[in-house]
């Protein structure tokens, strides 16, 4: 029997058994690798905000600044849906059209149209911004005007919006009734842009 042999055994257990033990205690102190953070925009007042989707605010945010005004259709009759006399009496049977927009909690409206005359009802009317007034995430008021020489001006239709909540591919779009129930249909065209 090799008793030399034999006495090398418990070195190279030992020596093992440091090896391992240097892999165990170097492996316990690696430090866990961070997730992935995601970045975005975090403002409400963007329409293309990512609020609930992302870790942290990168200064991505993109604002939609108002470039034009659309009313796509309205009621063909001053009255109640198909009946009733057209907008103008005798001179013009087309509607002339005002439209104002303001923030609900605002005194004045930012916005007043020079007045479209002789408008069909399915016809688009269509006004220029004349300043780049900056969408932002709150409700909207907006009425219609037909323009008459006398007697009053006739409500064409009215309604509320949230200008961020109706915002989709640079239009914000908006519904709005006068008191029998006919609709009538708010464009608003924007750029996004970073605010300057």
């Not at 058994?17 to 866990?32: A, H, L, P, Y």
């Not at 009621?75 to 006399?85: E, F, V």
């Amino acid at each position: 029997m090799d008793f030399n042999r034999m006495k090398m055994k418990p070195k190279y257990i030992i020596l093992i058994g440091i090896f391992i033990s240097g892999i165990i205690v170097f492996d316990s102190c690696r430090k866990e690798e961070a997730p992935l953070r995601v970045g975005g925009c975090n403002d409400p007042d963007s329409p293309v905000h990512n609020i609930g989707n992302i870790d942290y605010d990168d200064a991505s945010c993109l604002y939609g600044f108002i470039t034009g005004y659309e009313i796509a259709y309205h009621p063909q009759y001053d009255n109640a849906a198909g009946t009733g006399s057209d907008w103008d009496l005798l001179v013009a049977t087309d509607a002339d059209l005002i439209l104002r927009i303001k923030q609900d909690t605002a005194a004045g409206y930012f916005f007043e149209s020079f007045e479209q005359t002789d408008q069909a009802h399915n016809d688009t009317a269509k006004w220029g911004s004349p300043f780049e007034y900056k969408l932002v995430n709150t409700t909207y008021v907006w009425d219609l005007y037909d323009v008459d020489l006398t007697g009053g001006d006739d409500l064409v239709a009215q309604g509320t919006f949230n200008a961020i909540d109706n915002a989709s591919n640079g239009v914000v779009t908006a519904i709005g009734y006068n008191p029998y129930g006919d609709s009538t249909e708010l464009r608003i065209t924007y750029d996004l842009r970073k605010d300057p």
